[in-house]
């Protein structure tokens, strides 16, 4: 029980560390004055590379490690790269209007958006897979929701801007470590089947055993013919 427990938090913390590593990326490279000439050419950088540095920094690792089917694994690429563009158009409507109660749940509608369809592709038919989407969408709903709430507390939109980008690092730390959670090593699964199989073996002998015991029908008769 308690070796389970800390082989699920310390591959919490492995994945959780991943998804630290991607979101850090995901700024570095928004903000990179390698990849734009000027500030001004910008246009799809807070849109556009976070989901596809999360796709390849952590997705793809971690369903190679779970021995997912290549089909599977490019569906989590693709959904990864294709759900943050839609989350954050959803979450920038709101930063026009200035409400703060639209705004919190526009921010909190786009965190739900990303984790749920992350945790639909990744985790989907694993086992006790609905427990782990679960815990990963109410995490990325939470970071998104705190997201917007930031926003509304700040002074001017500029001025949150990196404090968004921290936001940022933390729901994709936070979501990569449920997810990796929620998935198992191909070599834990075939591990759980051993033994799975080996306990129904063991329980087949012993209910054999308790069907033919002294109570039963054959052996008593047995006795009385003898007798």
Aim: with cysteine; glycine share 8%.
């Amino acid at each position: 029980m308690i070796s389970s427990f800390l082989s699920r938090v310390s591959t919490g913390v492995r994945w959780g560390f991943l998804g630290l590593v991607s979101g850090l990326l995901s700024c570095a490279m928004a903000d990179s004055r390698l990849i734009y000439l000027a500030r001004e050419q910008k246009t799809v950088d807070h849109i556009v590379w976070p989901g596809m540095v999360f796709a390849l920094v952590v997705l793809l690792p971690m369903s190679r490690w779970a021995g997912d089917s290549w089909l599977r694994t490019a569906a989590a690429l693709i959904a990864s790269s294709a759900v943050y563009p839609i989350a954050w158009r959803i979450a920038a409507v709101s930063v026009i209007r200035h409400s703060t109660p639209i705004m919190i749940a526009s921010f909190a509608c786009a965190g739900f958006l990303g984790s749920c369809v992350l945790a639909s592709v990744c985790l989907f038919g694993r086992p006790r897979w609905v427990r782990a989407a679960i815990t990963t969408v109410i995490l990325g709903t939470a970071a998104g929701g705190l997201m917007g709430a930031h926003l509304c507390a700040a002074t001017s939109f500029l001025s949150a801007g990196d404090v968004l980008g921290l936001y940022m690092v933390v729901w994709q730390t936070a979501v990569a470590a449920s997810l990796g959670r929620g998935v198992k090593a191909r070599s834990s699964q075939f591990v759980e089947a051993a033994n799975t199989t080996t306990n129904s073996g063991d329980a087949a002998p012993e209910n054999r055993h308790n069907f033919l015991g002294s109570n039963s029908p054959t052996e008593g008769t047995r006795t009385d013919r003898k007798t």
